[in-house]
């Protein structure tokens, strides 16, 4: 599976909206983009995923850039209770579905 | 509230004892997976089932072993338990795998003492 990097630590005041970078240069025709989190040691979160084409749910919205090479998970009016560690994994399904977790970045939404 | 649930929540106990975890997936999910978040390792994938058979393996120990039950239910057992096997352990599940998205449990938390 293609290696991601995040930014270990952002800050993010309330109301505003929250832009998490991703960047996965490895990324393969055939790997999706997914984006998780984790609330302090609660259970990962599923948040949205992607392949190519922007996605939209009620809780985020995802921009995967037109060479794929990079996404930005965007929560439009961040809340105090968005604080938490967020991962971008990029899985290749043929291959098993095991989610890789890096280091993620911790998002710290303030008042 | 995920769907998924995990048993126990909490369990402490000592250097070689033997412990089973156990985790029943959202209803209708075929695939379980197995996660490991210690605080020098992170979250590591350990092994997935899917409709009762092993269908991925990750870092997972030979002291450590997992099946899934034909009501799909799964256990995870660890065996002569050292303590850098202390750490919470997440079950996750989903409809059938490829690009379908996992859910994770609440985690049990072991400590070994």
């Known amino acids: 599976d293609a290696k991601t990097t995040q930014p270990p630590s952002m800050d993010c005041a309330e109301g505003r909206a929250a832009n998490l970078p991703c960047n996965h240069s490895?990324?393969?025709?055939?790997?999706?983009v997914y984006w998780y989190r984790q609330i302090h040691s609660q259970g990962p979160q599923y948040i949205i995923h992607?392949?190519?084409n922007n996605e939209t749910n009620e809780m985020a919205s995802l921009i995967i850039t037109e060479d794929r090479k990079s996404s930005t998970l965007i929560l439009p009016h961040a809340t105090l209770r968005d604080t938490a560690v967020y991962y971008c994994?990029?899985?290749?399904?043929?291959?098993?579905?095991?989610?890789?977790f890096g280091g993620g970045t911790r998002l710290m939404v303030k008042p | 509230d995920s769907g998924v649930t995990q048993t126990p929540k909490h369990l402490i106990t000592a250097t070689g004892q033997r412990v089973t975890l156990r985790c029943s997936p959202r209803?209708?999910?075929?695939?379980v997976y197995w996660y490991q978040q210690s605080l020098d390792q992170g979250l590591q994938f350990l092994i997935q089932?899917?409709?009762?058979?092993?269908?991925a393996k990750g870092n997972i120990l030979e002291r450590f072993s997992a099946q899934q039950f034909p009501d799909l239910h799964s256990e995870l057992n660890l065996s002569s338990l050292e303590l850098g096997d202390s750490a919470l352990y997440f079950c996750?599940?989903?409809?059938?795998?490829?690009?379908?998205?996992?859910?994770f449990g609440p985690g049990t938390r072991l400590t070994v003492t």
């Open positions: 996750a599940s989903s409809r059938e795998g490829g690009s379908d998205e996992q859910y």
């Open positions: 490895t990324i393969s025709g055939n790997e999706y």
């Open positions: 089932y899917y409709n009762g058979e092993e269908r």
């Open positions: 994994i990029v899985m290749n399904n043929n291959a098993g579905n095991m989610l890789t």
């Open positions: 992607g392949l190519k």
């Open positions: 209803s209708g999910d075929l695939s």
